[in-house]
C-alpha cells in the first residue's frame, strides 16, 4: 500500500489546518491510500512526522500557508499548495503526489541542515561554550585580517604613531582582538542566565583580559558569571514593589559584584598561571612533539565532523590566536577542509565505487572543502561510517601533523581556501597548501582502498 505523509497549516490554525486535514484522510481512505497527515494549529504540532515515517513515505504533501519545516523533507517527492486546495481538490493532490518525482539530493543544503540539527542538540556546559565562541569568531576574524594588513607595509612599521599601518594594528588588535575574551565571556553567560547574564560575563571577561588569564580565564568567568546571574535572578527575592528594579539594578550590581571580586581575589591569578604555563609549553613545542600536537588536533577535528571533538579542537586553536598562537589555528582549518576535499578527490579518482548521487555530492564537497566546512563530508561518512570516517582522519592527521612540521600559521579562524592569497594571513603559505593536498590525496586513496576492499570481500 503506498503511504503518504501530509502536513497541514493556516495562519489562525483554527478551522483551515483540521479542514483539510480531515479532507485528506477521508480521500486518502477511499482510495485505499496510507496516509499521516501533521496538523500545525494554534495549539501547535500535533500528530507529528516522525524521521521513520519520512523515510517510508511515497510521497508528501504541504498543504499550508506557514512555515512547515519543509527542510525535513530533502530528497523526497513533494507537492507543496495553499491550505486551501486541499480542503477543494484532496483527491486529485494525492493524485499529483503520487506522480510526482523526488527532488534531487541537495548536498549543501543537506549539510546545512544537518548543521542545524546539531545546534538544537547542544545542550549544557557545551551549548553555552559554542554560544560564546560564535559570538567571539567574527571578531576574531576581523581583527587578525587587519593585523595581517598591517604587516604589509613592514613587520614593524606599526610601531610609528599616525602611520596607516599603526592605525590598522589599533583596529585589528587595539578593538577587535582586545573583544574576543569579554565577547566569549558575555556571550557564555548570557546563554546561561539569558539577558541578566550579560553585564557580569562582559565584566568578567575583560577582568580576565586585564589579568592575562587569556580565553581561560574568558571561559571561566563567563560560566562563573551565568551562573551566579542566574542564581540572583531565581533565589534573591524582593518586594513586589520593587520587581522592576531586578533586572536593570539588582541582578547586574550583585553578580557583577561577585564576579569580580572572585576575579580579583581568586581565579585571576591560578588562570594567569596555567596559561602563561600552556602559551609557554606550545612556544617551546618543536620537532616529535609539534607532530603529535598537529596530529591529535587533526584527528579530532575530523572524528566527528562538526561535533563535540570537533568543537573542542576548534575552540583550543581560536582561543590561543588571543595569545598570539598562531600555528595550531593553522593545523585546525588545514585538517578540517580534508576530508570534504578528499572525498570529492575519492570521487574524481574511482568514479566506479561511486552511485551517481554520491558523484554529484562529491562536487558539492569541494566547493564545501575549500571554504573550510568539514560537515561537507557527513553524507558520505553517514553512508559508509566503517570507511570514510577513518579516511578522513588519517588525512586530517597527516595534514595536521605537517602544518605543525611546516610552521605554518593561520591569523584567521575561518575563511578556507579564500584567505590565502591574503597577505601575511598565512605564514609558510606554500608548504601550507602542500600539506593540505597531501591530507586530501591520502584520504581520497585509504578511502577508495578500504571500498576496494569491501567490496572484494562482498563478491567472496
Known sequence: MKKILAVTACPTGIAHTYM??????????????????ETRGSVGVENGLTEQDIQEADAIIVAADTDADEGRFKGKAIVSVPVSEAIKDPHELIDRALAAQPEEKDVVKEVEVTKEKNNKERKGPYKHLMNGVSFMIPLVVAGGLIIALSFIFGIDAFEEEGTLPAALMDIGSGAAL????????????????????LAPGLI????????????????????????????VRDYVKVPQNFQGLKPVLIIPFLSSLIVGL?????????????????????????GTNAILLGLILGAMMSFDMGGPLN????????????????????????????????LWLATQLAPKLYSNEEKEA???????????????????????????????????????SLSMFFGATLRAPHGGIFVLPIPNAVGNVLLYGLAIIIGTVVTAVVVNVLKKLNNKRAAA
Open 311 to 342: 568543537k573542542a579542537a576548534y575552540t583550543f586553536a581560536v582561543g590561543l590566536l588571543g595569545s598570539e598562537m598562531y600555528a595550531p589555528m593553522a593545523a585546525v582549518m588545514a585538517a578540517g577542509m580534508t576530508p570534504p576535499l578528499g
Open 262 to 286: 572572585l576575579m580579583v581575589y581568586v581565579i585571576g591569578e591560578p588562570a594567569r598561571m596555567i596559561m602563561g604555563g600552556l602559551t609557554g609549553w606550545l612556544t617551546g613545542l618543536t
Open 20 to 37: 483539510a486535514a480531515e479532507s485528506l484522510e477521508k480521500a486518502a481512505k477511499e482510495k485505499n491510500i496510507d496516509i499521516k497527515v
Open 178 to 197: 582586545a573583544l574576543m575574551v569579554p565577547v566569549l565571556a558575555g556571550f557564555i553567560a548570557y546563554s546561561i542566565a539569558d539577558k541578566p547574564g
Open 204 to 231: 568578567g571577561g575583560m577582568l580576565a583580559s586585564q589579568l592575562e588569564s587569556g580565553f581561560l580565564g574568558g571561559i571561566i568567568a563567563g560560566f562563573l558569571a551565568g551562573y551566579v546571574a542566574k542564581w
Open 362 to 400: 562529491g562536487k558539492a564537497a569541494g566547493v564545501l572543502g575549500v571554504s573550510f566546512i568539514t560537515e561537507g563530508a557527513i553524507p558520505f561518512a553517514a553512508a559508509d561510517p566503517l570507511r570514510v570516517i577513518p579516511a578522513a582522519v588519517a588525512g586530517s592527521a597527516i595534514t595536521g
